[in-house]
């Protein structure tokens, strides 16, 4: 069994954490938090053993009832690989620990590409992550453009992409952020840091983005234009998306238009916490002006890089041979196949 450490038991972790636990070849050895929370409670609940960034704080965990195992140095003591999903530009500073007690360790898109001098996507590059001591998972927006331009450029080749990103303003349980009543330019200039964040894990790839925030909660959507370098029709890149395990197709006859039907709908599938870990495609949105292929795509910011952390563990702990073996384990043990 691969002993994986949770550093930062927050909106990424603590799926990270359930994901873990729910693989026949992973077990969770500890989740630290820096505060008593109501995440800390369900680590207790869950029976993680729960760590603590600074251990004078032990007091204040146990007057709110909450178990403490120790200091996240002793976790790391127990793990043969760390997640870090502490906030972004918090887990760099972890480096240097993990370097100390020698474990592997994966950040968070967070993070910039070079706290690992490795980016990753399970479905893109899923080998050249095999053995490293250091890794990066990158962000959702990232991991969501990364698994459609690779499928496209392997059957295709993509000669360019340009994107646009509508941004959720907020996770749900974040009170204090926004916007609540308008739409902000996420940056003014172009392009956004997402296109160079693609290329830290398809660097051929010519791509330009844009990027807005607005108020909502639930899942960015993507307006994506590919130009191919061969022809391809509607048919061909719809059943591309059918076979792929990450590539979700939202069907004309759902009659879902928004991310919040697809909220409803992943909560009546069963998912946990409405959690979609595929990209969610709209069939219809699929077009072609030319070779230039267009679509619409909503991205679960808090879901899609739960399942690549899980593979990326296994690619560094050589725990299976390839993505295609790593995907099919982790969508099984999550009891999902893409919709
Ligand atoms: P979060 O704030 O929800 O959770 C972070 C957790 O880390 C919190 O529980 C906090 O208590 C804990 N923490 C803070 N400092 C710590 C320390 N020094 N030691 C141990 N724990 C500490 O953040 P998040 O949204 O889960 O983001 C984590 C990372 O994942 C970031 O790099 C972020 O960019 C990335 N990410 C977030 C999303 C998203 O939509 N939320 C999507 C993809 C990637």
């Given at each position: 069994?691969?002993?994986?450490?949770?550093?930062?038991?927050?909106?990424?972790?603590?799926?990270?954490?359930?994901?873990?636990?729910?693989?026949?070849?992973?077990?969770?050895?500890?989740?630290?938090?820096?505060?008593?929370?109501?995440?800390?409670?369900?680590?207790?609940?869950?029976?993680?053993?729960?760590?603590?960034?600074?251990?004078?704080?032990?007091?204040?965990?146990?007057?709110?009832?909450?178990?403490?195992?120790?200091?996240?140095?002793?976790?790391?003591?127990?793990?043969?690989?760390?997640?870090?999903?502490?906030?972004?530009?918090?887990?760099?500073?972890?480096?240097?620990?993990?370097?100390?007690?020698?474990?592997?360790?994966?950040?968070?898109?967070?993070?910039?590409?070079?706290?690992?001098?490795?980016?990753?996507?399970?479905?893109?590059?899923?080998?050249?992550?095999?053995?490293?001591?250091?890794?990066?998972?990158?962000?959702?927006?990232?991991?969501?453009?990364?698994?459609?331009?690779?499928?496209?450029?392997?059957?295709?080749?993509?000669?360019?992409?340009?994107?646009?990103?509508?941004?959720?303003g907020s996770d749900p349980g974040e009170v204090k952020k926004g916007p609540v009543d308008a739409?902000?330019?996420?940056?003014?200039?172009?392009?956004?840091?997402?296109?160079?964040?693609?290329?830290?894990?398809?660097?051929?790839?010519?791509?330009?983005?844009?990027?807005?925030?607005?108020?909502?909660?639930?899942?960015?959507?993507?307006?994506?234009?590919?130009?191919?370098?061969?022809?391809?029709?509607?048919?061909?890149?719809?059943?591309?998306?059918?076979?792929?395990?990450?590539?979700?197709?939202?069907?004309?006859?759902?009659?879902?238009?928004?991310?919040?039907?697809?909220?409803?709908?992943?909560?009546?599938?069963?998912?946990?916490?409405?959690?979609?870990?595929?990209?969610?495609?709209?069939?219809?949105?699929?077009?072609?002006?030319?070779?230039?292929?267009?679509?619409?795509?909503?991205?679960?910011?808090?879901?899609?890089?739960?399942?690549?952390?899980?593979?990326?563990?296994?690619?560094?702990?050589?725990?299976?041979?390839?993505?295609?073996?790593?995907?099919?384990?982790?969508?099984?043990?999550?009891?999902?196949?893409?919709?």
């Amino acid at each position: 069994m691969i002993k994986v450490a949770i550093n930062g038991f927050g909106t990424i972790g603590k799926r990270v954490a359930d994901a873990v636990a729910a693989q026949p070849d992973m077990e969770v050895v500890g989740v630290s938090k820096t505060r008593p929370s109501a995440e800390a409670y369900i680590a207790n609940q869950r029976g993680y053993p729960l760590y603590i960034a600074e251990i004078n704080k032990r007091k204040a965990f146990e007057d709110a009832g909450i178990e403490v195992a120790g200091d996240v140095t002793e976790m790391i003591k127990h793990a043969d690989i760390v997640v870090d999903a502490t906030p972004g530009g918090v887990g760099v500073k972890n480096k240097k620990l993990y370097e100390l007690y020698g474990v592997k360790a994966l950040w968070q898109g967070g993070e910039d590409h070079e706290v690992a001098g490795f980016s990753f996507c399970s479905s893109c590059n899923y080998t050249e992550a095999k053995n490293r001591q250091f890794v990066r998972v990158v962000s959702c927006n990232t991991t969501g453009l990364c698994r459609i331009i690779q499928a496209m450029d392997e059957k295709f080749g993509v000669e360019r992409v340009r994107a646009t990103m509508v941004r959720r303003g907020s996770d749900p349980g974040e009170v204090k952020k926004g916007p609540v009543d308008a739409i902000v330019l996420n940056p003014v200039e172009i392009p956004s840091h997402h296109g160079p964040d693609v290329q830290t894990v398809l660097p051929h790839i010519d791509i330009t983005t844009m990027a807005m925030i607005v108020p909502t909660t639930f899942m960015h959507m993507h307006a994506v234009q590919m130009d191919l370098r061969s022809d391809a029709t509607r048919e061909e890149v719809l059943e591309i998306i059918e076979k792929h395990p990450r590539l979700g197709l939202v069907r004309k006859g759902t009659g879902i238009t928004s991310t919040a039907e697809l909220k409803e709908f992943a909560q009546d599938m069963g998912r946990r916490r409405a959690d979609l870990y595929e990209n969610c495609i709209f069939a219809e949105s699929i077009g072609f002006v030319g070779r230039e292929l267009f679509l619409f795509q909503a991205i679960h910011q808090e879901a899609d890089v739960v399942v690549e952390n899980v593979d990326a563990i296994r690619a560094m702990m050589n725990g299976a041979d390839d993505a295609t073996t790593s995907i099919a384990m982790t969508n099984r043990a999550l009891g999902f196949t893409a919709i």
